[in-house]
């Protein structure tokens, strides 16, 4: 059975390529635009993994993820951001993002940290 | 020069306007007359005097009207009155409203002479004062003042001794000295005056026939003084240099007149070099903030740039490798491919190492030995330094007092000026690192300079050597932050970061940090 991985980010370029590089790795993908898609998306925990942006346009990631964090423990949880300022932000307590990639990164980047997140 | 001052004389009775012009012009000074008070105003009003002598009771207004007038006309003219049968009040009137003093009629010339001299001297004295303060550069004032100091003096030479970095002696301005030979006999003179407290305490020590003084004994060179001044300059108590005048052969001594004269001079020195470091700290500090408000400019904008450009970036990467998956790897689609993955990445480090500088990092500050900075930072580069065939010289002091620091911080500094010294010298050369106290102006600092015998800096990029993205390297090797990031952790430390070309080329850079 396919994993299921969400990928939030406001940037289609970004959620483009993210989504056929996992999906290229049998991932099974859905995407969100922005914040309050996400939170209705991941909510019903129906995901092996997360990856979320830390700024889109209506709600700061870290908003997402704690909330996320809270209703699904299990749930695998990738941060990804374009500004290295935000490079203490997925460890922030009630954060506490399993993986975390600075923009730009590599296809090969992502499908090996979630890969690694969610092996059983 | 006396012989060139303008003088009016103002008098209703022509003979006595004929007398005082006459007499004044025997002596050399060049002299125009005015009929009554109002011709005079105008005179004043359309010519430049240094002096006007009137009288006081004349038709229409008076000397003492005319005087106020002239004195809003030029308010820097000097004025003599005249009083024919005037009493003490009209003569104390006249000096409340700025003549500088009066004469009764009749006068001897022999007494109008010196008050006329004293009254040009007042005038070229207070003409010197405004010389000298009106320029701010203070290389200039002491130059004009110097220049003063053997005309009022009517010496033929005049030195400003000063000591340089070193502790030496050395003339830092001069009139009238135009033998180089003779420079080393009055430095000579200078410093048995500047190591003698007895003498340094005066205010002026003068010296008839140096030669023959006991206190220049074995000095050659002084058989052309006829007599010498030394005016101690002091600042906070301690003696900081000579002023020293000079008259050669065939003058007449240094009188008490001339001695307060100097006095005053060496005052207005005092003054001029306290203004002088002023000046450059002014300078300094401008330069400074200019610098710390180009890099917060550049740092705020670095910020909110690196995550709208990351994006589009991070896109093009993945997109990029995504194609890269389905291309024949032994193609040039390939391999333009991995050009475009590689300018990525070049992208990348550049977004980096301007958020390293633009970014408010907190700096942790304890203390830390500036040498142990120095000596971990050197471990790291040393094996590169080898290779390159670049020579180490540690000339680090013991003992130094330590400085508060961020000690990570500090090795990013000397790790990049290492960095520079070494692309400074492709063909290898010697890095030599030295640490010093600098107890100069007061406040301690610990100093630690890094040159390295490559290249040099050219005069005419050195100003921009700090500026964000300036980079002599070639296109990708060098970012153009390093020395930018530096400056801004030095600035953070309240230090200072200078750089400056070796005598005997390359270039070294000195960092200034107070010491704890």
Known sequence: MSKKVLIADDEELVRNYVRRALAGRGW????????????????????????????????????????????????????????????????????????????????????????????? | ?????????????????????????????????????????????????????????????????????????????????????????????????????????????????????????????????????????????????????????????????????????????????????AAASRLEMCSR??????????SAVLSENPAGDKRFAGV?????????????????????????ISRLEDETYFTEDDMQRA??????????????????????????????????????LAGGLAHEINNPLSGILGLTQLVMENTDKAGQNYADLKDIEKAVFRCKKIIVSLLSFSRQEKTHLEPVNLNEAVEETLTLCARQMELQHIKINRRLAPGLPMVNADFQQLMQVFLNLFTNARDAMPDGGELTISTALDGNGGRQAVVAEVADTGGGISPEIAGRLFDPFFTTKAVGKGTGLGLSVCLGIINRHNGAIKVADRPGGGSAFTLNLPAL
């Open chain 2, 1 to 181: 020069m006396t012989s060139k001052a303008n003088i009016l004389v103002v008098d209703d009775e022509p003979q006595i306007a004929d007398m005082i012009s006459s007499a004044l012009q025997l002596y050399g000074y060049s002299v125009q007359t005015a009929m009554d008070g109002e011709q005079g105003v105008a005179k004043v009003g359309a010519n430049k005097y240094d002096l006007a002598i009137m009288d006081i009771q004349m038709p229409g207004m008076d000397g003492i009207t005319a005087l106020g007038e002239m004195k809003k006309l030029d308010p820097e003219i000097e004025v003599i009155i005249a009083t024919g049968h005037g009493t003490m009040g009209t003569a104390i009137e006249s000096l409340r409203k700025g003549a500088f003093d009066y004469l009764h009629k009749p006068f001897e010339i022999k007494e109008l002479l010196k008050v006329v001299e004293r009254a040009l001297e007042k005038r070229k004295f207070n003409d010197i004062t405004r010389a000298i303060f009106s320029t701010v550069k203070p290389e200039e004032q002491l130059r004009v003042i110097i220049d003063s100091v053997t005309r009022i003096l009517k010496a033929e030479e005049s030195l400003l001794v000063l000591p340089g970095r070193d502790g030496q002696l050395y003339i830092a301005v001069s009139d009238g000295l135009e033998d180089p030979g």
């Open chain 2, 193 to 202: 005056i500047m190591d003698a407290p007895a003498e340094t305490s005066k």
């Open chain 1, 28 to 120: 099974e993908v859905t995407e969100a635009a922005n914040g309050a898609q996400a939170l209705e998306l991941a909510g019903r925990c129906g995901f092996d993994a997360l990856v979320c942006d830390l700024k889109m346009p209506d709600m700061r990631g870290e908003e997402v993820i704690k909330r996320v964090r809270q209703a699904c423990p299990a749930m695998k949880i990738v941060a990804i951001t374009g500004s290295v300022s935000d490079i203490k932000a997925p460890l922030a307590p009630g954060v506490q993002a399993d993986g975390f990639l600075i923009k730009p990164f590599g296809i090969d980047e992502i499908r090996d940290l979630l890969e690694k997140l969610t092996k059983t």
């Open chain 2, 220 to 244: 050659s060179g002084l058989g052309g003084l006829k007599s010498s001044l030394f005016l101690p300059l002091r600042e906070d108590n301690k003696p900081v240099g000579l002023i020293v």
């Open chain 2, 263 to 300: 006095r005053i001079f060496a005052s207005l020195v005092s003054l001029a070099l306290r203004n002088s470091s002023l000046y450059r700290q002014l300078q300094e500090t401008q330069g400074q903030l200019i610098q710390a408000e180009k890099m917060s400019a550049l740092g705020q």
